[in-house]
């Protein structure tokens, strides 16, 4: 069973309180805040593709990548039930390999927490950058420590849905971080329920932390926002998302986004 097997049939369930037209429509007025076209768009650690079929219906011309065949083909039906043609491909962050370059590249809802040691997050970083454009953007969000510590942490979820019953239980490393997570599900069959798990980990890194690997990778950093902001992340803020560009002009820093 691939990566993410079981958690791929139930993530969209799981996932109801996403926003995820919200979300498109907060991507989209990030790259008009910086004057940027959006180009050829890559949603990087797409999962089952629904921002990339919300993104794709604002006219962007985009495609999207993840680590989980499971994830991807949850990802091809849902883009033919609506009867779009969007490419899918099958690749680790930290291995990606384009056929040519792009303009734009998202990712989103915690996927560079996905990778627990800062090597693969810089490899992830460095691949990104060696494939974009210059100019172009490069906007992800991650879960922070606060989240991580305060609530996350040694916490247990239960979530009741029409498909299927989940038990969320986490267990934090303090040393490092790190969430080990493990997701039990439950579902109908008959008179009995069958189980099934999924195991995995996040870690939370400082901010400090990311600017860094973004700068080794080349790319300058422009802004960092509160969750679906254009304000400074609070220090009890959950989710924070970096706009980080590909300069034109290596020389060329610390400009501001125009005015819409």
């Known amino acids: ?17 996403v926003e995820y037209q919200r979300r498109a429509e907060y991507l989209c007025e990030i790259l008009k805040q910086w004057g940027h076209e959006p180009g050829l768009t890559l949603d990087l650690a797409c999962g089952t593709g629904t921002l990339t079929l919300e993104l794709a219906k604002r006219g962007l011309d985009v495609y999207g990548i993840d680590g989980s065949m499971d994830m991807l083909a949850e990802a091809q039906m849902k883009a033919a039930d609506a009867e779009m043609q969007i490419l899918f491909l099958c ?25 627990t040691e800062e090597k693969d997050v810089q490899r992830a970083f460095d691949r990104v950058s060696l494939f974009m454009n210059p100019g172009a953007l490069f ?7 606060y989240k991580h510590r305060e609530v996350l942490g040694n916490q247990t979820f239960v979530y009741d849905t029409e498909e299927v019953f989940c038990v969320w239980q986490n267990a934090l490393d303090e ?5 080990r997570i493990t997701l039990d599900f439950f579902e109908r069959d008959g008179k009995v329920y069958r189980r099934s ?35 400074p992340p609070e220090k009890d803020c959950q989710r924070a998302v970096f706009v980080a560009r590909k300069p034109e002009n290596p020389e060329k820093t610390g400009e501001e986004p125009t005015a819409t």
Do not use: P, W
């Not at 906007?139 to 420590?145: E, I, K, Y």
């Open 175 to 179: 040393k490092t971080d790190k969430v």
């Open 91 to 115: 690749q680790q962050m930290q291995r990606l390999d384009l056929y040519g370059t792009v303009d734009t590249v998202f990712c989103v809802l915690d996927s560079i927490n996905h990778m």
């Open 1 to 17: 069973m691939g990566a993410y097997a079981s958690f791929a049939r139930y993530y969209d369930g799981l996932t109801q309180n």
């Open 139 to 145: 906007v992800f969000d991650v879960n922070t420590l």
């Open 197 to 231: 798990s999924e195991h995995f980990s996040e870690r939370a890194y400082s901010r400090e932390c990311l600017e860094a690997m973004l700068q080794k990778a080349g790319l300058e950093v422009l802004a960092v926002y509160g969750d679906l902001t254009f304000a």
